[in-house]
RNA sequence: GGAGGGAUGGCAGAGCGGACGAUUGCGACGGUCUUGAAAACCGUUGAGGGGCGACCCUCCGGGGGUUCGAAUCCCCCUCCCUCCGCCA
């Protein structure tokens, strides 16, 4: 959620920002600045009547107290009177409360100064390339996933659509091992300064709310009616709200967490795109890193986010980029982002495999995370940050691929030896 | 699921219709003392909103109600604790 108040001292600005996402970001806006002047103006009136009511009710006090009962049902009677208009201006006031935040809900957050100009996914920015020639690649790397995973019988598409209908997958034996290997290894790699967090896969609506998931993308989450529950999209939902209304002390900042999760995405309007393979699922794992710092810190833990999610691809010998991603092409909440993308030679695709975003105060608002500054002592709203350290489907297919051998066996990569039961390779 | 008890400032914990936005303790911050530190002593210290400002308003789990006036009384909800039932 963007600060009404700086809706109200510099529109133009926010309206500028908002623009170079593209013209869809803007509605709603004008009407907060009009529905806030009112807001004000009728909050003002109600104060002053509940001041009045709050003087005339200390009178009748002082009056029973001298046995002057004659008086103090006089004032009684006016403090009635004005207690009807105070409830009036309540009511006004309360609804347009509520009516600015339902639109400041939807508005999405402002991108960076320094976010690339663009209006979609042909204007992002490639930051660099790592370990890709497209000339290294041997034939028997040309081989996309499915094919890898059902000859090795490591992947088992068709009985997991049988339980659970289209763009569910399974993981079998070493295919299982290994895509529990790849989370393990996220996890320890990043043990050293954050905490891991197990946290619950289900959540409130309040939740998806505050990292921005809900209310403007509900078509795009499962949910669970009967119980108004949700299914998590990614970890970075239940990490956010970890420190929902609360105060933190700037010396603890920045915060660091870490969490494996299942993540559940109901891909509505993706249907027929990317289908094949691992490529696009409904459920698949994933170890999120989250940092909640100053907005001083912001700038140097999203560098530090991104290095870790890329160091992770990088020691599993996979060919990536890294992408800034324009104005026109940010997520809602996302002030800035950059994603990495690996290349699956099997199938020939980039896959993005994690987005590392600063969400500067957006999400923090909503979640009403703040700390306390160490000099003044004041509080101030937080800043979030998250990225993927390891998404397990789209990087289990492009390692298959990539370390496919010519005898059709596939080399695992060292740093995950040590989850592998001592085996080095995954062959029939 | 049933019965009872609870929810108050960073934490602990009073208050139970009228100067209560809230006694007190701890913590935190500032100061005195000290070569320095500790201890002791003194002072400050909840959050949010509005106004150029003196100031004003809101918040005692959440929502309704009673009243001139509610942290205090009534109703509903949520969560926590204890006991019973059920259960991986």
Known sequence: MIDVRRIRSDYDGVYAALARRGMDALPGLAEVRELDEQLRKVAAKRDQTRAQIKELSNQVAHLHRKGDREEAAALQAESRELGEHEKRLSVEADDLRNQIRELLLRIPNLPADDCPDGEDENDNVELRRVGYDPETYGSHQRVPHWEIGAELGILDIERAVKLSGSMFTMFRQQGAVLARALCQAALDR??????????????????????????????????????????????????????????????DLPLRYMAYTPCFRREAGSAGRDTRGLLRVHEFDKVEILAYTTPDQSAAVHAELLARAESMIADLGLAYRVIDLCAGDLGNSAARTFDIEVYAPGCDKWLEVSSVSWFSDYQARRANIRYRRAEDRRTEIVHTLNGSALAVPRVWAALVETHRQPDGSIRIPEVLHPYFRGATTISK
Not at 212 to 217: A, N, T
Not at 231 to 239: G, H, N, R, S, Y
């Open 190 to 251: 990043n043990s050293d300064v954050f905490e891991e967090i197990r946290p619950p896969s289900v959540v409130l609506t309040e939740t998806m709310i505050s990292t921005g998931h809900l209310p403007k993308f509900a078509d795009e989450a499962y949910q669970i009616e009967r119980d108004d529950l949700w299914l998590i999209p990614t970890a970075e939902v239940p990490l956010t709200s970890l420190g929902r209304d609360e105060i933190l002390d700037e010396g």
